[in-house]
Each structure stands twice: as structure tokens, then as C-alpha cells.
């Protein structure tokens, strides 16, 4: 069996790549690491470093035993936290959902923390890619995703779904695609995909989102109908967003033709333990949004 203090001085050192910032965040000596890093390949019978002097690089088995002892010390960590604090109201969770979901769903979180004061949530807002990174690393608890994780160490369950729709300030009541031509589009980070899912079905004009003169851009969830609600532009984003916007009488949500929603899946690592007030914030979830 790998010494756990060994494969964490190597780890670290792995990460880091230099000797002294590598004792220095370990409390230790030079020395102290390089006598670890030796005992380990004499345990496993293999080198793992190549040496150069003071610099040093990774062979192939030290790589693999970096990337897999990364696992296995978060692992124990996880272990450790199950072991000495599991209540389901207590502790700290971090997850992360694209802003729409966001906009709806934090508020209500909060009121959870609100009732359970021990219950401590971290929540960003980022784009679909990022949180499957961020569960992929084990950096996040949960995750909640519009496009199902094509990634095998993430297991995903639906459990809502989030219509898209066409956006225009309020003086518009009627759409037609001379008039989007006319208006110009606000882009964000996911226009192009909403822009695509929602338009091609309901104008057979479009092609791309790029038809359209775009007059503004933003990557802030709750400012994208700022420009809109302004006659500025047009945009597509999902229920979630448009519905929290803060003025809606200056904006108008027109119903299409033909409906179209995404789903959103509730993601998590699928090696990472699951801790009670990680079951507890999954239901809490799921009950709000299904």
C-alpha cells in the first residue's frame, strides 16, 4: 500500500515543480522532501523523476502516478470530512449552474441558509464547460447543466426543463423577420446556441445568428436585457432569465409558433463521496425546479 504521506509530499512537489516552495508549503526541509520522494520509489520499485541538477521533470510513471494520486488524496479528504462532520444541515457545499437556472434557484437556496444558519452555500454562476471542468477536478459538490456531460466521471440527472425565448423591448407586440433584421441582436456567451435552437425552428430565414447586426454584447446574466429593454436589440435566452429581470414592463416576451426548452441536469463527480447535506441540497434542488 502507497504511503499516504509520501504520495502527498510528491503530489505536492509534482504540482508545484520546485524542491524548496515544495518543503516550504509542507512545513518541511529540502531534505525532508527528497527522502520522502526517494522512499516512495523504492516502495514502488520505479523512478519517477528525472533529475537535472536542482530541476526535475515527471517520466511517464511519475505523470500517471501524479494524476492518480490526485484522486486518491482528494478521495481521502472526502473520507475524513464524511467521517468527522456529516449533518445535513451543517457544513459547506459549492456548486455552480449557468446564470438563468442561477437567477431563479439562489434566492431560494438562500432561504435555506436562512433556515438552516449552519448551512453554509457557495454558488457560481458559469457556463456549462466550466462547471463539467470544475466537477471533473472535484472543485464543486453539485452542478447543474444544460447540455447532458459527455465526460465519464460525471453522472447527470434531469430534472427540469428551461424554454427559450425571443426577447424585444415592450414597444414591439408583434415579430417577423424583417423586423429582427431591422432590430440587430445582443449577443452573450450562449446566443449563438439559444440563438440556433430557438430562431431555426420558428423562422425559415435563419441560418445563423450572425444574419443579424449585432448591437451589443454582454456576459453578465442580469444585464443582457439592459440594451434590450431599450429597443437596442433582440436576444434569445431562457424563461429563467427574461423572468427575472428587474423591469419587465419595459420588456416583451413573445410567444413563437413552435416551443422549444432545454434541459437542465443535476451533475455530480461520480467517484467523490456523497456527504448527507450534499443529498439534502440535491433534493432541495430537484424540489424546486421539477
Given at each position: 500500500m502507497i504511503n499516504h504521506l509520501w504520495l502527498k509530499t510528491f503530489c505536492?512537489?509534482?504540482?508545484?515543480?520546485?524542491?524548496?516552495?515544495?518543503?516550504?508549503?509542507?512545513?518541511?526541509?529540502?531534505?525532508?522532501?527528497?527522502?520522502?520522494?526517494?522512499?516512495?520509489e523504492q516502495q514502488l520499485g520505479i523512478t519517477l523523476l528525472i533529475r537535472d541538477g536542482k530541476s526535475f521533470t515527471l517520466n511517464d510513471a511519475g505523470n500517471k502516478l501524479f494524476i492518480k494520486g490526485q484522486e486518491l488524496l482528494k478521495s481521502s479528504q472526502e473520507l475524513e470530512r464524511l467521517i468527522t462532520q456529516d449533518e445535513p444541515h451543517e457544513g459547506s457545499i459549492i456548486m455552480a449552474s449557468p446564470g438563468s437556472v442561477g437567477l431563479q434557484l439562489y434566492p431560494h437556496l438562500l432561504n435555506i441558509q436562512i433556515k438552516y444558519p449552519k448551512l453554509v452555500i457557495?454558488?457560481?454562476?458559469?457556463?456549462?464547460?466550466?462547471?463539467e471542468q470544475r466537477l471533473a477536478n472535484r472543485e464543486i459538490d453539485l452542478g447543474i447543466i444544460s447540455q447532458l456531460s459527455g465526460l465519464g466521471s460525471i453522472?447527470?440527472?434531469?430534472?427540469?426543463?428551461?424554454?427559450?425565448?425571443?426577447v424585444t423591448s415592450q414597444k414591439f407586440h408583434s415579430i417577423d423577420w424583417q423586423t429582427l433584421l431591422s432590430l440587430g441582436f445582443i449577443s452573450h456567451p450562449d446566443a449563438n446556441h439559444h440563438g440556433q435552437l430557438l430562431l431555426s425552428k420558428n423562422f425559415p430565414e435563419f441560418e445563423h445568428v450572425n444574419q443579424f447586426i449585432q448591437?451589443?454584447?454582454?456576459?453578465?446574466?442580469?444585464?443582457i436585457l439592459e440594451p434590450v429593454s431599450k429597443g437596442l436589440g433582440f436576444t434569445v435566452l431562457p424563461l429563467f432569465a427574461a423572468k427575472a429581470?428587474?423591469?419587465?414592463?419595459?420588456?416583451?416576451?413573445?410567444?413563437?409558433?413552435?416551443?422549444?426548452?432545454?434541459?437542465?441536469?443535476?451533475?455530480v463527480?461520480?467517484?467523490?463521496?456523497?456527504?448527507n447535506r450534499v443529498k439534502f441540497m440535491k433534493n432541495v434542488i430537484k424540489d424546486f425546479l421539477c
Open positions: 505536492t512537489l509534482a504540482e508545484i515543480g520546485h524542491f524548496t516552495k515544495t518543503a516550504d508549503k509542507l512545513f518541511m526541509t529540502q531534505s525532508g522532501v527528497s527522502q520522502h520522494i526517494k522512499k516512495l457557495n454558488y457560481d454562476f458559469a457556463p456549462n464547460r466550466s462547471i453522472v447527470c440527472e434531469k430534472i427540469a426543463i428551461e424554454p427559450l425565448v425571443l448591437r451589443g454584447y454582454s456576459n453578465q446574466i442580469s444585464l429581470f428587474h423591469q419587465q414592463n419595459l420588456i416583451n416576451i413573445h410567444p413563437l409558433i413552435n416551443s422549444v426548452s432545454e434541459s437542465l441536469y443535476l451533475c463527480n461520480k467517484h467523490a463521496i456523497p456527504t
